[in-house]
């Protein structure tokens, strides 16, 4: 990680949401009462989604303390209060009497869970929602004001998010996409350090587009990819950049979690979940031979793709961690795994008949692959 990624990680909320589809996830993984999962916390949301197939246990690891708070937060709310509740602090992201939450919450938040959100109460009682704060909620803001000051993208926008059909959101998005991207500002952000720090993305992510993406540069990888979402996907099932267009979800555009039907089950299964503070790598050292018969890795490979050695040391443990036949599953910025050293490469069975192909990536559009398999 360069200086200015890790000065973004250390203790700051970057992902206020999660940005891997869990629905892909769902159908690979075919979790059942049986499954023992470890996976990366990021904002806790895909966990969630997890719950829904009852797994038996569920460890979830994240190196930021400030992930695992957010995560932590969604628990608690979910075993401790109504769905209601739960809707104002996550879909619409604003909670005015949350101090009389949190203490409410108090005996069964962490210490440190509870002192973070102590100090970041204003997350949920300014003007702006939830989602306008984090790193990556950063971004979100300034959207919000770029739209506020300009009546025409506003206007197109608006159009976009109430079209009916998926030809016309497509039409509409290249409109936006010429105002938006093709400009130099633009550029010139996409391929900044500083500004792909924000977005949770370290330089090493950055090489790995250059060298192994089929786009070769940042730039026209974001643009090409939400192209094709806006192309694919229509906005009323696509609550990732539904909540970046709007700053909050809807009762018809939000993740499971959100979803009232879910309520009672989460509530019945989200005491399987095990948070984990630290790294992944200490997570497999520290679990027990034959753990999982899931792991799930997000892209963490491509934080050290060019560390063959690193990649060795992560791969021969979770070799002893993973049950018989686990099934392994990580996203890449990569469009091809040729970055991977052959042991990751021989040693999974992958189902690329399963993955290839972007609406198999998922709805979010920010990776090159999705790559799942059975170890050997």
Known sequence: MNFLFKYFVKDQLIFNSSWEDPAIDRKLLDLNKESDVLTITSAGDNVLDYLLDSPHSITSVDLNPAQNALAELKFVAIKNTSHDTLFDLFGYGQYKDIELLLDEFKPSLSPSAYKFWTNKKHYFTSKLPFYHYGTSGLIARGFYYHLKLNKKLRNKVNEMVNCVTLEEQYQLYLELEKILFHNIAAKFLLKNKFTLAFLGIPDAQSKLVEVHNDYHNMYDFI??????????????????????????????????????????????????????????????????????????????????WEDKETQLKVWNEIKRVAKPKAKILFRSAASNRNYLIPEIQNEIVYRDDLTSGFTNRGRVGTYGSVNFGVMR
């Open 223 to 304: 643009v090409g990819s939400l192209r094709t979402v806006f192309k694919e996907f229509p906005l009323s099932q696509n609550y990732f950049w539904y909540l970046y267009i709007k700053g909050q979800y809807s009762k018809e555009t939000c993740p499971n979690y959100l979803n009232e039907e879910n309520f009672e089950l989460l509530h019945q299964n989200v005491g399987k979940v095990k948070l984990v503070t630290d790294t992944f790598y200490n997570q497999l050292k520290n679990s027990p031979d034959n753990s999982y018969s899931h792991i799930i890795l997000l892209d963490h490979f491509d934080w050290f």
